[in-house]
T-cell receptor, first 110, second 115 residues
Framework: GQQVQQSPASLVLQEGENAELQCNFS?????LQWFYQSPGGSLVSLLS???GTKHTGRLTSTTVTKERRSSLHISSSQTTDSGTYLC????????????FGSGTQLTVMP | EAAVTQSPRSKVAVTGGKVTLSCHQT?????MYWYRQDTGHGLRLIHY???????EKGDIPDGYKASRPSQENFSLILELASLSQTAVYFC??????????????FGEGSRLIVV
């Protein structure tokens, strides 16, 4: 079945450092979204990026569709960025049955 | 602001008992979903629905039933709860596929412990 692999599994940074999160998937994806999950909390969508590069605030996502990989770059990390970042893909043509990776747990130290 | 509310937020159930998790959305979305999350893992789709009075199986439907009595409400039913169903359950809603800027809006989660 479709697999979504995220790396690293966990990452610890000092405030102000940059973070690079990776997402690899085993077949084509018509949708790719990055979500943020607060510690013990719910998920919120950060951005949708099925191909190319997109920016929002301090976040930059680059997806190379033919290589089946996406990255999420967080610049100038803040303690409030701590949490889990999940990559999710929709392998079908717009079915919205998202398949999630296991996430990267980010801890930003003051 | 999109709103998806779940109840109960936390529940302890006995093995073999019946559990109903409820979800209500005020987003006017047609699509609703139930996911489960196990500690240290991503989310897996249990059931979803794109119209009232109809539900569809997701990736892991065994042991779960779903009910969509109205556009706003979507329930997940565990008829005979088992230890393996201990997890956090998330409800979500979305517009139909193809809508520009579409995404999932999640509830706060329901933590279920089966003993």
């Amino acid at each position: 079945g479709q697999q979504v692999q995220q790396s690293p599994a966990s990452l610890v940074l000092q405030e102000g450092e940059n973070a690079e999160l990776q997402c690899n998937f085993s077949s084509t994806a018509t949708q790719l979204q990055w979500f943020y999950q607060s510690p013990g909390g719910s998920l919120v969508s950060l951005l949708s990026n099925p191909s190319g590069t997109k920016h929002t605030g301090r976040l930059t996502s680059t997806t190379v569709t033919k290589e089946r990989r996406s990255s999420l770059h967080i610049s100038s990390s803040q303690t409030t960025d701590s949490g889990t970042y999940l990559c999710a893909i929709d392998p079908s043509s717009g079915s919205w049955q998202l398949i999630f990776g296991s996430g990267t747990q980010l801890t930003v130290m003051p | 602001e999109a709103a998806v509310t779940q109840s109960p937020r936390s529940k302890v159930a006995v093995t073999g008992g019946k559990v109903t998790l409820s979800c209500h959305q005020t987003n006017n979305h047609d699509y609703m979903y139930w996911y489960r999350q196990d500690t240290g893992h991503g989310l897996r789709l249990i059931h979803y629905s794109y119209v009232a009075d109809s539900t569809e199986k997701g990736d892991i439907p065994d042991g779960y039933k779903a009910s969509r009595p109205s556009q706003e409400n979507f329930s997940l039913i565990l008829e005979l709860a088992s230890l393996s169903q201990t997890a956090v359950y998330f409800c979500a809603s979305s517009d139909a596929p193809g809508v520009s800027g579409n995404t999932l809006y999640f509830g706060e989660g329901s933590r279920l412990i089966v003993v």
